[in-house]
């Protein structure tokens, strides 16, 4: 027999979120850079539930722990990595050091990574994306 879902046992949980617009839905990208909650940002971008800031790399080439700190001190579960137009590396150093934090990652190319995003966060997961901007 089947669980009624009506009854004290649901099967979809549902989250619920203000209305106050901050959710870092990620609108658009392209031209070399982001559109992020109704906002433009130019270049790569760490985005976070309500926050977006600017990730001072040049490339994927350069991404480093050290790159990563605002988003290691946030503590989420999951980092989506999005490199550019064809992610060229699993950046195997960066998620040995991100597993040390307990901090598991993916690795796209920026176009999966956005849309992978905006699921997660509708969903309510405590994860962050670290975005590679892309022409």
Request: a negative charge; aromatic letters at 6%; charged letters at 20%.
């Amino acid at each position: 027999m089947r669980p009624n879902t009506d009854q004290h046992n649901p099967l979809v949980s549902i989250k619920e979120f203000s209305d106050d617009g901050k959710l870092q839905i990620v609108h658009a990208y392209g031209n070399g850079g982001f559109r992020i909650a109704k906002q433009p940002y130019s270049g790569h971008q760490l985005v976070f539930m309500r926050q977006t800031l600017s990730w001072d790399i040049s490339s994927p080439d350069d991404i480093t722990i050290s790159s990563l700190q605002p988003i290691i001190d946030a503590q989420p579960e999951l980092i989506l990595f999005g490199l550019g137009e064809i992610a060229t590396s699993h950046l195997p150093e960066i998620r040995t050091a991100l597993a040390q934090h307990h901090i598991k990652m993916d690795v796209m190319n920026t176009p999966a990574a956005c849309r992978t995003w905006n699921v997660l966060l509708t969903e309510g997961r405590k994860a962050a994306a670290a975005l590679v901007a892309i022409d």
